[in-house]
């Protein structure tokens, strides 16, 4: 936080001091009144930090314009998909020299098993429903304090004021106990104390926002809030990007998200007021990257999916997390490496491996990524997000197990999941204008399109293009020169 909060301190201590103050003209009893009833609420805060933040609350609030989200990429996906076709007077090329690919062991990961209810009653606890998980967390309910009237800087100060006040404390201690037991990350956590204030407030409320603001703050997390007409709006600080969410900048640069903790309903007002000092401490950046899925109900769910490679058809029963497929319903978009180096649930995992194993085995390295490129491209249908979800939405791994339907983007990450973990070769992903594709490293160089990759030669590999083999990109994108997408987790060794 800047230095203008001593500054507004002597200022607000010079107030409570003037015996003449115009503010109260003659009457005596109301200036005393005031005067005593600010002076025990600064005895009621906890830390000097809190006191110099509700001072600063109180005055440094400015107007900003909220920009519209950024769009990914503002050309849409195909509606239909292309599909390749050999010319009949062609005859099929001789398959190129390629070792025999190594598939790597499983690893069975060690079964976790849902966290049970606490054994003992928490103080003050309540029951709150998280995804399909019934949890139990410490609530006092002298942490529903009411928005005194419509927010402005002096009804979100006093707002701090009073919580700051509360025992806030055991409701951080019992929150960081259940993230740390579920395995929340950043995003979950945060949604986690939406939920906590939603008890308290209900939904679609100011106070749901405020408290999550307020918990956030005292959690470390960069976060700020600002308000327009009669709503409270929650900003953050995020480690990459994000899109289709409003954002700005002050000038000091960096960008604050304007996200709804409510699904079903984005923010969409493009004025409001927000302060530009930090709370000291409240320095991390929201993360949304999933190095784990969240462990909640321990729902899972079964089907079988169908391919042919070649003459032979294959049947790939697979089995997905019903609660990761709920928790991503409407995670915020944001960087695609985010979704390629997603987790997936240890029964999809497991599944994926015991029925491709097989297939795999004693193949070329080619050979291999052709069975994976072929179940890629058609044992799923086709549709744009929009058909799908009504907006743009890239899924996880076990999402697109569980949607029948699924596009480029979504296709090129569940590929890319399955030649990193069933062989040793490595794989990027290619950003084309309107088309999310693969490219895979082999052992030897093979005909083909490719890239190159910090000198190395990647081979294009689109899961996209229907009954397309490794090295052949979609005609529309032959000499386009991708972004090249970085897959930071390593492939087995």
Known sequence: MSTRPGILRFALLAVLTAPGLALFGQDDTAYRAWQEKEQEKFQQFKDKNDRDFYEFLKHEWRGVQLLKGDLRDPIPDPPTLPVYTPPKDQPKPAPAPSPTVTVVPFKEAAPVPVPPPAAAPLPESASIEFYGADLSVSLPASLRIPLKGNPD???ISEYFAAMAAAPYDRVLKSAGEIRAARRLNDWGYTLL??????????????????FTWFMLLKSGFETKVGFSGESVVLLLRVDGRLFAVPFFSFDKGGRY???????KSPVEITQLYAYEGDFPGATTPMRFRVPELPLLSNT?????LHFTYGRTDYSVPVTYSRDAVRFFEYYPQTEFEVYFDGSISPGAASSLYNAFAPMLKGKSEVEAVNILLRFSQT???YKVDKEIFGREKPMFPDEVLYYNDSNC????????????TLTRLDVVGLDFPGHISTAVRFTNEIPGDRVQVHGQRYTICDPTFINADAGMCMPQFKGVSPTIIPL???SPS
């Open 153 to 155: 800087k002096e009804s």
């Open 193 to 210: 104390l939406a939920s906590m204030g939603e008890k308290l407030h209900g939904p679609n409320t100011n106070e749901k926002v405020l």
């Open 257 to 263: 998200y304007a996200v709804s903790l409510e699904p």
């Open 300 to 304: 899972t769910a079964t089907k079988t």
């Open 379 to 381: 044992a799923f249908g």
């Open 409 to 420: 983007k979504d296709r090129a990450i569940l590929f890319a999941y399955l030649v990193r």
């Open 488 to 490: 930071r987790r390593p």
